[in-house]
């Protein structure tokens, strides 16, 4: 995790952390910088993180809330939890196609450290959320921690498109019910490594079991808790 030490009541690095939210904030920050909350956010548009931008957000135990995709990535996201209790989440009840929690366009970077992402709703392709799409998009996630759980879509939680990556080295993905595996490499030029973390108690319906790869995208598992 990013957090560690104790900065103004927030758990965090040496950097400026900048404290964000209030009663009536239903927005996210749009600029470079690294931000902790302060409250429970609402939103009802998505929080575009712009390409060239570098935004790094502590949940910091609140929750975010959306009925639209909550995050459409173009740039760097860094997305964390400091709180003791590891309370943080994200919750959408959009039905979007290809993840209404997050959706990673070309060149984007989705870092996920902390935080519980769940979507309420079955939606097609990506029950949570979608790394590249189109033919020639390059995104990547990597997931250090956190947990994705109780979704349901119907080609993969995680969908993979264009050359995309999955990098998987600690967390948690449970719970969850799809199909066409639970992660779906769609992509041609997709590339998926599982270096760590838990991935226990999903379906995967029709095809695939915990990932399905569409064309001979590599697949590297290991090091990892699987039931």
């Not at 639209?68 to 939890?81: E, Q, Y």
């Not at 992509?187 to 999903?202: D, E, F, L, Y």
Request: charged share 5%.
């Amino acid at each position: 995790c990013e957090c560690v030490g104790n900065v103004s009541g927030h758990s965090c690095t040496a950097q400026n952390w900048i404290p964000w939210g209030n009663a009536t904030t239903n927005s996210l920050p749009t600029e470079s910088g690294y931000y902790y909350l302060v409250g429970d956010i609402t939103l009802s548009e998505t929080a575009t993180i712009a390409a060239g931008t570098d935004i790094h957000l502590c949940l910091n135990g609140h929750t975010i809330t959306s009925s639209v995709r909550t995050f459409g990535i173009k740039g760097t996201f860094t997305l964390t939890d400091c709180s003791a209790q590891k309370t943080g989440t994200v919750v959408s009840s959009s039905t979007t196609s290809y993840g209404p929690v997050f959706y990673c366009y070309i060149n984007s970077v989705f870092n996920l450290y902390g935080g519980t992402l769940t979507a309420t709703s079955t939606t097609l392709a990506g029950g949570i959320g979608t790394i590249g799409n189109n033919t020639s998009d390059a995104a990547t996630m990597n997931m250090y921690g956190g947990e994705i759980s109780g979704n349901s879509g119907s080609s993969g939680i995680i969908y993979m498109g264009g050359a995309s990556d999955f990098n998987m080295y600690g967390g948690t993905i449970k719970n969850n019910t799809a199909n066409n595996g639970i992660i779906y490499a769609y992509g041609s030029g997709n590339a998926v490594a599982i270096h760590g973390g838990t991935i226990s108690n999903n379906t995967a319906n029709v095809s695939g079991g915990v990932v399905y790869a569409r064309s001979t995208s590599p697949i590297t598992i290991k090091n990892a808790t699987i039931t």
